[in-house]
């Protein structure tokens, strides 16, 4: 009972979610996202299962009790190291284990985990079967993308779709464009390819029975809506991390139909007071906090002082939330 009711909330919560996003969706940021939508899922950042097992970083996996409901990205391609990484994701609170099939990274194909594994579907099963046996009652998802390199996406994305629901898989997100494994870099790999949504719809109708979200190119809460029509949930990257109130803002009254006013702008500025407070005190720096921040006013008037006060501040020694109160237009 208790396990049907999580999955339903946390399938509730994926019909919008922040996508994983290196170095960005760090737990300052999810913390900040959380306060302008209490319903969309966030996710981490990739942690490779190596760094977790091997390397013994499971600092990594630390995250504040306000980021529910939040998922972990692992990023791996060995069934029993993911899984020994499922454990501790499953220890630390986390409320999915996501594996990264879709990050065309150097870093990453050298480990022969990321995107590459498009090319590995029955790897990639034995990868989430032995996660899905770590993870107990904790889903484990799937990020990927239609294909890689010279693959046609209209054979191998339903086929590594079908292995992925035929390993126990019931919810996937789905980056609607290839990558390319080698002559584009990362970031050419989130522009270059051409998008392929009417594929990634496609997919929806091949199965129903699987709850999958599309990703890639969604700028706006009203495409978020629109793509509702065709999926069952978004995910959104670039734009939710640069123009954050225009996604996150009214998202629990569009998209979850929460009836309760959101914060403003400046509310949600001012209810990170104390959250600064404690990170400045143990020792952080403000600019750890506030880079996260800079896109909240973004299209607002004195967005440009916004961003110079905070930018040319907040790293400096002792800067505080005084220089934030300083920042905010008025
Ligand atoms: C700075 C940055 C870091 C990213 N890191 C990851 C990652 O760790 N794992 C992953 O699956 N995708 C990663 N991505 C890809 C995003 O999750 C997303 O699939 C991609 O940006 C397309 O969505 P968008 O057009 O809404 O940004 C990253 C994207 C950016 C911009």
């Known amino acids: 009972m208790a396990e049907k009711k999580r999955k339903k909330e946390i399938s509730t919560a994926s019909r919008l979610s922040v996508a994983p996003m290196m170095d960005w969706t760090d737990r300052h940021c999810?913390?900040?996202?959380?306060?302008?939508?209490?319903?969309a899922l966030l996710y981490t950042e990739m942690v490779t299962a190596p760094a977790l097992v091997r390397g013994g970083a499971v600092h990594l996996l630390a995250f504040s009790p306000e980021e529910h409901p939040v998922a972990v990205q692992l990023g791996g391609s060995e069934p029993a190291e993911l899984a020994q990484a499922t454990r501790l994701c499953v220890e630390a609170g986390y409320d999915e284990v996501n594996l990264n099939v879709g990050c065309p990274s150097d870093r990453v194909q050298s480990g022969a985990f990321g995107a590459v594994l498009m090319k590995s579907p029955d790897l990639v099963a034995e990868c989430v079967t032995a996660m899905?046996?770590?993870?107990?009652?904790?889903?484990?998802?799937?990020?990927?993308?239609?294909?890689?390199?010279?693959?046609?996406?209209?054979?191998?994305?339903?086929?590594?779709?079908?292995?992925?629901?035929a390993?126990?898989?019931?919810?996937?997100?789905?980056?609607?464009?290839?990558?390319?494994?080698?002559?584009?870099?990362?970031?050419?790999?989130r522009d270059v390819p051409p998008l392929d949504y009417p594929l990634v719809h496609e997919m929806k109708h091949a199965f129903p029975d699987l709850?999958?979200?599309?990703?890639?190119?969604?700028?706006?809460?009203e495409t978020v809506e629109d793509e509702l029509g065709h999926m069952d949930g978004v995910m959104v990257g670039r734009a939710a991390y640069h123009q954050p109130y225009d996604i996150l803002g009214e998202a629990d009254r569009r998209i979850f139909g929460d009836t309760r006013a959101p914060l403003s702008r400046e509310e949600v500025v001012l209810a990170m007071e104390d959250y600064i407070g404690r990170h400045v005190a143990a020792?952080?720096?403000?600019?750890?906090?506030?880079?996260?921040?800079?896109?909240?006013?973004?299209?607002?008037?004195?967005?440009?002082?916004?961003?110079?006060?905070?930018?040319?501040?907040?790293?400096?020694?002792?800067?505080?939330?005084?220089l934030v109160r300083e920042a905010l237009p008025r």
């Open 30 to 39: 999810r913390y900040l996202h959380r306060l302008m939508s209490r319903h």
């Open 132 to 165: 899905r046996e770590a993870a107990g009652d904790v889903p484990v998802t799937v990020k990927c993308r239609i294909g890689v390199d010279d693959q046609e996406p209209r054979e191998v994305l339903p086929a590594f779709i079908a292995t992925m629901r």
């Open 167 to 189: 390993a126990g898989i019931t919810r996937m997100s789905i980056h609607a464009r290839k990558a390319w494994l080698e002559g584009l870099s990362p970031k050419e790999n």
């Open 211 to 221: 709850h999958l979200s599309v990703n890639g190119g969604i700028g706006s809460l």
């Open 283 to 322: 020792g952080g720096k403000l600019a750890q906090v506030t880079r996260h921040m800079l896109g909240l006013f973004a299209g607002q008037p004195g967005a440009r002082r916004w961003k110079r006060v905070l930018s040319e501040g907040a790293h400096k020694d002792g800067a505080g939330f005084g």
